[in-house]
T-cell receptor, first 113, second 115 residues
Framework: DSGVTQTPKHLITATGQRVTLRCSPR?????VYWYQQSLDQGLQFLIQ???????AKGNILERFSAQQFPDLHSELNLSSLELGDSALYFC????????????FGPGTRLTVL | AQTVTQSQPEMSVQEAETVTLSCTYD???????LFWYKQPPSRQMILVIR??????QNATENRFSVNFQKAAKSFSLKISDSQLGDTAMYFC????????????FGTGTRLTIIP
């Protein structure tokens, strides 16, 4: 158990809908990362927050957004969902904003029908 | 941009044997970190080992060790005395030392330990 929690574990929804994925980092970690794992694109970095502020952006679609709250938990919002958004979404956390080992949560499996 | 290449999509080995997974990367940076993560059937991403590029000594963690060749940009993982629980996807990952600390992953190697 990495200490990073993600909810829900599984999510099934329809095209065009909006969902919110939640992540609680390890105690003491200030940095949160979101990754998407899909069959065709592999593991891809989406976005990073550090202590409430956006720090880096990767291949995140405009339909996706994220935020980190004062208690350091983070949410990833996915809207206007398409079939291709079906994937495993991971949250990872680390203590620092600089290079530091990232510990991954168990992931949220999103299925868009 | 950095790239990470894992050229072995699948490997299998008998239990108790030693296996080596390959990884090469491309970067113009001098300081960076390299990681091996394991993803068992449960889908959890588990850190196996980490290597700082500025360290000449290869990292080891119990049965897991790396062969880090900085000039060749090669970072292989050796698993000794392989166990059934080592069956998993293994991902090599790169992280810059400065700036964006995202992990750039390879495509993975599916390792099966045969009883």
């Amino acid at each position: 158990d990495s200490g990073v929690t993600q909810t829900p574990k599984h999510l099934i929804t329809a095209t065009g809908q909006r969902v919110t994925l939640r992540c609680s980092p390890r105690s003491g970690d200030l940095s949160v990362y979101w990754y998407q794992q899909s069959l065709d694109q592999g593991l891809q970095f989406l976005i990073q927050y550090y202590n409430g502020e956006e720090r880096a952006k990767g291949n995140i679609l405009e339909r996706f957004s994220a935020q980190q709250f004062p208690d350091l938990h983070s949410e990833l919002n996915l809207s206007s969902l398409e079939l291709g958004d079906s994937a495993l979404y991971f949250c990872a956390s680390s203590v620092l904003a600089g290079v530091d080992t990232q510990y991954f949560g168990p992931g949220t499996r999103l299925t868009v029908l | 941009a950095q790239t990470v290449t894992q050229s072995q999509p699948e490997m299998s080995v008998q239990e108790a044997e030693t296996v080596t997974l390959s990884c090469t990367y491309d970067t113009s940076e001098n300081n960076y970190y390299l990681f091996w993560y394991k993803q068992p059937p449960s889908r959890q991403m588990i850190l196996v080992i980490r290597q700082e590029a500025y360290k000449q000594q290869n990292a080891t963690e119990n049965r897991f060790s790396v062969n880090f060749q900085k000039a060749a940009k090669s970072f292989s993982l050796k698993i000794s005395d392989s166990q059934l629980g080592d069956t998993a996807m293994y991902f090599c990952a790169f992280s810059s030392f400065f700036g964006n600390e995202k992990l750039t992953f390879g495509t993975g190697t599916r390792l099966t330990i045969i009883p």
